[in-house]
């Protein structure tokens, strides 16, 4: 298991290095310059400009400069958020965004799962119907117009809820923006686990159970969860990039102050070294995701357990 | 020829006989025909500002239906024109995406051994990217134009595609047809656009249908966070933060391009289910 482990984490490596080199790649593509400003400054200025940020190196140059800096855990000046580095920016962002990509996370697996399980015991039933009625809804309404939806019906016309603003540790500033985070993938959820649990429940391995007497509670506990669980636990890599994705908007929307909304602000004025700093964070954050999926998943499935059969 | 005519006709018979399948197929259609011909038909233009009647709210009586927005634009025109907007841009990105993807996967299934290992191995290591965070980074980089919106949407959504084409591509490749084909001296550029690509046409048919959806929450996600289309052009995406920035004192703002997108993307989601289940009874 150990090995398998360092086996993921080596292959991994590639595939962060691709991600930094096409991100760098892409940046320097860019016709034009960050300091192409609609007020064009003075040669000089410009000149003495790059030469700061060191943009008048030749490009392997800047990108061993800028490898260099990412192993340090530097990820250099942000153009536009004047005297602040990205790895400031970051470091300021990534407790608010985590707590609520957390708490997102949760909600879905924890209300999904038993959702998706009522409806699969209640299999055509006016309960199965409702939740994946709901479920399908989930699906097709994007966070973005749930969000400012629920800002409008529970902050503004029930003012149970703050609408926006963030204050640290203050729990119900975190619920409207998690929950509207955690509603699509929870009804993704709802419906693999449904769907999963359908058919565990016919698998002989069940039957065998029931004949031998287990007890009702017990066997869906024991011995048709385990197993109905495998598709959940595998979509948790897809419904963590879904979640970040979807951090973007909420944070946006709600006003925290987490590294989507630098992001976003990032892309709009054209903040080149926060964008990459922030995709790399991404994309490594995405990568160490599935990474612990897949271990949970040769965890929990002992047919695809490295080792197992050899 | 006649078999494949009638693989077609069977698939639409059972498509038919879907109710959900046929009402969203009718339903897209109108909607498409409505936002095509709408705005030709209204007497307002997109960008007009109707300084009497500014922030007027849906009804029969200021000649809005649909109300306007806070600059006195009619709303009606400008969801019927972000909805034809939003709908070319993902038809664009799908066709782009479905292109590379069967294009790649076809090749990597007739090629095989080494060649088909590289060309997955890299579809597998861009699979891991966060490939929207790279569609953002396009959108930084180069002008936010439409055109490149649905060129870099469509550059990264061929992935899936290719895995399935590709599938599809090795099953294929045993069947005894191209085998005869093969035998009779055929070339691989023969093999591939004459028997690989044709006989992934179902296939395609399926995904083309739920990627659409796909792309356009993509777009309306980009154009929401306003580094997709800009104004003065409507998509769905920017009028819905249009509204949200207003919902207070102008719910309707919000509600209307919400509710055109929610429509869209449910019925292309029915109208994909039941395309599958027609042409693949065996997954019905």
């Known amino acids: 298991m150990l090995v398998y482990v360092l086996k993921r984490i080596a292959g991994s490596i590639p595939t962060l290095a691709i991600i930094v080199a096409l991100s760098f790649g892409l940046v320097r593509l860019a016709p034009g310059g960050p300091f192409d400003e609609e007020q064009a400054l003075p040669a000089e200025i410009k000149a003495n400009l790059q030469r700061a940020y060191g943009l008048d190196q030749p490009l392997p140059v800047q990108f061993g400069r800028y490898v260099r800096g990412l192993l340090h855990g530097d990820f250099g000046p942000s153009f536009k958020f004047k005297d602040f580095t990205v790895t400031e920016l970051i470091a300021s962002g990534l407790p608010v965004s985590l707590e609520l990509g957390a708490l997102a996370m949760l909600a879905a697996v924890l209300l999904g799962v038993p959702l998706g399980v009522a409806a699969a015991l209640d299999h055509n039933g006016p309960g199965d119907r409702l939740i994946m009625g709901g479920a399908a809804l989930g699906v ?33 500033d975190m619920v409207l923006p998690a929950a ?21 429940l016919r698998a002989p391995f069940v039957a065998a159970a029931r004949a031998r007497g287990v007890p009702r509670g017990r066997l869906l506990l024991r011995h048709a969860l385990p197993a109905a669980l495998t598709p959940v636990v595998s ?13 973007l908007v909420v944070e946006t929307i709600f006003g925290l102050p987490g590294i989507g909304r630098y992001l976003v602000q990032g892309a709009l004025n054209r903040d080149y070294t926060l964008v990459m700093g922030m995709v790399i964070v991404y994309a490594a954050f995405m990568i160490l995701m599935n990474l612990l999926v897949d271990v949970a998943y040769a965890w929990l499935d002992p047919r695809v357990r490295p080792g197992a059969g050899h | 020829m006649s078999a494949a005519r009638s ?17 969203s197929a009718l339903v897209l259609l109108l909607l498409a025909a409505v936002a095509l011909a709408g705005p030709a038909i209204s007497p307002y233009t997109a960008a007009q500002m109707d300084f009497s009647s500014m922030g007027v709210a849906p009804g029969l009586h200021a000649g809005h239906w649909l109300g306007t927005d806070r600059l006195g634009r009619d709303l009606f025109v400008r969801v019927l024109l972000g909805t034809r907007l939003s709908l070319a841009i993902a038809l664009l990105a799908t066709v782009v995406s479905l292109v590379i993807g069967v294009t790649w996967g076809a090749v990597a299934g007739y090629a095989g051994g080494r060649v088909d290992g590289v060309m997955m191995r890299a579809v597998d290591v861009l699979y891991a990217l966060p490939t929207l965070f790279f569609v953002i980074i396009l959108t930084v980089v180069f002008d936010r134009s439409p055109a490149l919106l649905f060129v870099a949407i469509g550059a990264v ?29 055929a070339g691989p550029a023969r093999i591939v656009t004459r028997h690989l690509v044709p006989n992934l046409l179902g296939t395609v048919v399926v995904y083309a249908t739920l990627m659409i959806p796909q792309m356009i929450l993509v777009e309306s996600f980009l154009s929401f966070l306003g580094i997709g289309i800009q104004e ?53």
Request: include cysteine.
């Open chain 1, 140 to 172: 097709a309404v994007p966070v973005f117009v749930v969000a400012p939806l629920a800002a409008l019906v529970f902050g503004i016309y029930l003012g149970w809820l703050p609408v926006s603003g963030w204050e640290p540790g203050k729990l119900a």
């Open chain 2, 232 to 284: 003065p052009l409507a998509s769905l995406g920017n009028l819905i933060a249009d509204g949200a920035a207003d919902m207070e004192t102008a719910p309707w703002m919000l509600l209307e391009p919400a509710g055109c997108l929610v429509l869209i993307v449910i019925c292309f989601n029915f109208l994909g289910d039941g395309l599958r289940d027609a042409l693949d009874p065996r997954s019905a």
């Open chain 1, 235 to 247: 979509y948790l890599g897809p419904a963590a990039a879904a979640i970040l994705t979807g951090s």
């Open chain 2, 7 to 23: 693989l077609w006709r069977d698939a639409l018979r059972r498509l038919a006989g879907n109710r959900a399948a046929t009402a």
């Open chain 2, 157 to 185: 959504g061929w992935l899936t595609m290719a895995r399935v084409a590709r599938g599809q591509a090795m099953a294929l490749m045993r069947r005894e047809f191209i085998e005869a084909s093969i035998a009779a001296g």
């Open chain 1, 180 to 200: 509207t985070l955690a509603l699509p993938v929870m009804a993704y959820v709802a419906r693999l686990a449904r769907a999963s649990m359908l058919e565990t």
